[in-house]
């Protein structure tokens, strides 16, 4: 059996990852496998454990970071979250394309774990300007004005990055954007 791919999507918060991401997975035809990452947060409603996340304690995760049991991590409101090696090597040995959707840095952490392994596919999601990500930003209604310039200055920041990628993807239109990652992903099976 053919070893899966790893496929890693990144890019600044508001970019629209997750949006796009489930476009992308509606073409059962990729084998897609989403990847659950590890966390010391408490489950929320209706959250299982195996299902949305791996829910483990502080001290079993840091035995994980120790052991280097992680393709990458980090340290978010008091909590731990990372995605566990094992979890997507099982994966990827089964023959599953496996779909990490994570934040720069964690991209930049897993990406310098598989520099030879022709199996990964970087991806880097752009915004169409910086005016655009910011209006994204602001039409959730989530966060303070603090919080939200926080955010615009990272993203700047880590747009200058997406050369650190295999293929950037402009966000212009999520169905448009969808298409020209099912296409690269399809590229790449073959």
């Not at 409101?77 to 959707?101: M, S």
């Amino acid at each position: 059996m053919k070893k899966g791919l790893l496929i890693v999507l990144s890019g600044p918060s508001g970019v629209g990852k997750g949006t796009v991401r489930k476009l992308v997975f509606e073409d059962e035809s990729l084998n897609l496998e989403y990847s659950i990452s590890m966390t010391t947060r408490l489950p929320r409603n209706q959250e299982e454990n195996g299902k949305d996340y791996f829910f483990v304690t502080k001290e079993e995760f840091e035995e994980k970071i120790k052991d280097n049991e992680l393709l990458e991590y980090a340290r978010f409101v008091g909590n731990y979250y990372g995605t566990p090696r094992a979890y997507v090597e099982k994966l990827r040995n089964e023959g599953k394309n496996v779909f990490l959707e994570i934040e720069v840095e964690g991209a930049k952490q897993v990406l310098s774990k598989f520099k030879d392994d022709e199996g990964v596919v970087s991806i880097f999601l752009l915004p169409p300007s910086i005016e655009e990500l910011e209006k994204r930003i602001r039409g959730r209604r989530s966060e303070p004005e603090e919080i939200i310039q926080e955010r615009l200055g990272k993203a700047k920041s880590e747009m200058s990055l997406a050369t650190n990628y295999e293929y950037s993807v402009l966000n212009d239109n999520v169905v448009d954007a969808s298409e020209r990652i099912k296409k690269i992903i399809k590229n790449r099976i073959k």
